[in-house]
């Protein structure tokens, strides 16, 4: 998904089909239509890559847009 909104600190992803109204649907909306329907571009980031460790991504309320970051953990060694 490339469109979301928070709503009460809670992820929303947009849908495919955008309901306006009871009666009004918009079948692959443009990003203007996402827009004036409160949701607003995702910003992805690129992932980091360090030795001994693995990131895992979330999508987190920045000034209101949707914004991916990434958690760092150390990659632990199993004893054998």
Do not use: C, R
């Not at 979301?4 to 109204?21: Q, W």
């Not at 693995?54 to 920045?62: A, D, P």
């Not at 209101?64 to 199993?78: A, D, F, R, V």
């Amino acid at each position: 998904m490339k469109y979301a909104k928070f709503e009460n600190e809670k992820l929303i992803y947009a849908p495919k089909v955008l309901k306006l109204s009871n009666e009004y649907e918009i079948v692959n909306p443009t990003k203007e239509q996402y827009l004036q329907a409160g949701y607003k571009e995702i910003v992805y980031t690129e992932q980091p890559q360090e030795d001994g460790f693995y990131f895992t991504s979330k999508i987190v309320n920045k000034n209101s847009i949707p914004t991916q970051e990434w958690e760092k953990h150390e990659i632990e060694e199993l004893e054998v």
